[in-house]
């Protein structure tokens, strides 16, 4: 049996598949990781969720800025901007794929292999026990049945840094963006949520998160999605998986259930020309 955690789909089914057939996926043997942003941007976003769900528990997903944004575009408080959030809203098993997609983990944590899957990273702060938790207070309000009320202030960039005393929506609105869209951050635990570049090109006195010093989970493997411009750093326990498919980079996948882990990649036309939204 093998696992293969694989980056963000961001709607390139077509993809998918491609990389699934030179995996040899055997579905009633192998199982799947997703880090998130299964939807959006690319052309076959409903195929996308559609599949996942029907892996059951043969895939594990954990939850993107791009899914939680679907979430909203569905409730009424966004604008798609993109076709194919259109189509899964207008889809007959919306309301079920929705509401499945809103159960998602945002932190998965398999004692098995050692290994941590978010979308984006981890505060740097906080520990595992404590990004654990942080996760669970978000994932409790998402599958809850006002999760509407988050999705109205889910946006936003305060606050910036944590502080254990944060509360209510202040304070899940910091979990959601450090799981989500976090990239670069300071030694002071501020976050700078504006920046999407490669390392090297963000304001002075930011780095990339997983390069803070003292971070608290630099002993777990860590595997994300999220930064497409990142490329490989030479970071122990740093794996990303967002290599930029549906810019026309490449879908890729880690083989986890081997050490060393192994990276299978696979080149994509790209449904997006880069700067292009």
């Known amino acids: 049996m093998a696992t293969y955690a694989i980056g963000d789909l961001q709607g390139c089914y077509s993809d998918l598949q491609r990389l699934l057939e030179k995996l040899q996926f055997n579905p009633q043997q192998d199982r799947l990781w997703f880090a998130g942003d299964l939807v959006n941007r690319g052309p076959e976003s409903l195929q996308c969720l559609r ?83 942080c996760a669970k207070e978000l994932e409790a309000v998402l599958s809850g049945d006002h999760y509407h009320d988050f999705l109205h202030v889910m946006y936003g960039n305060e606050p910036a840094r944590w502080e254990d005393g944060l509360q209510d929506w202040d304070r899940l609105r910091f979990i959601c963006n450090s799981f989500t869209r976090m990239r670069f951050c300071n030694t002071d635990g501020r976050l700078d949520l504006v920046d999407k570049g490669k390392p090297g090109s963000q304001i002075q006195n930011y780095m990339p998160w997983y390069a803070v010093p003292g971070r608290k989970t630099a002993h777990i493997p860590v595997l994300f999605g999220h930064w497409s411009t990142l490329g490989d750093p030479a970071v122990n326990n740093i794996y990303p998986l967002d290599h930029g498919c549906v810019w026309g980079g490449q879908l890729t996948a880690l083989r986890i259930d081997i050490q060393p882990m192994q990276y299978i990649s696979l080149d994509c036309p790209g449904a997006k020309k880069p700067g292009e939204d």
Do not use: C
């Not at 809203?89 to 794929?97: F, G, M």
């Open 51 to 133: 599949f996942v769900k029907s892996l059951g528990d043969r895939a594990i997903t954990v939850l993107g800025n791009h899914d939680l944004h679907l979430l909203a575009v569905a409730a009424g408080m966004k604008e798609a901007k993109d076709d194919g959030l259109d189509k899964i809203t207008a889809a007959h098993d919306s309301a079920e794929l929705l509401d499945w997609l809103r159960r998602q983990p945002l932190l998965h944590h398999d004692r098995q292999h050692s290994l941590v899957m978010v979308h984006a990273g981890i505060y740097p702060f906080w520990n595992l026990p404590q990004a654990q938790s």
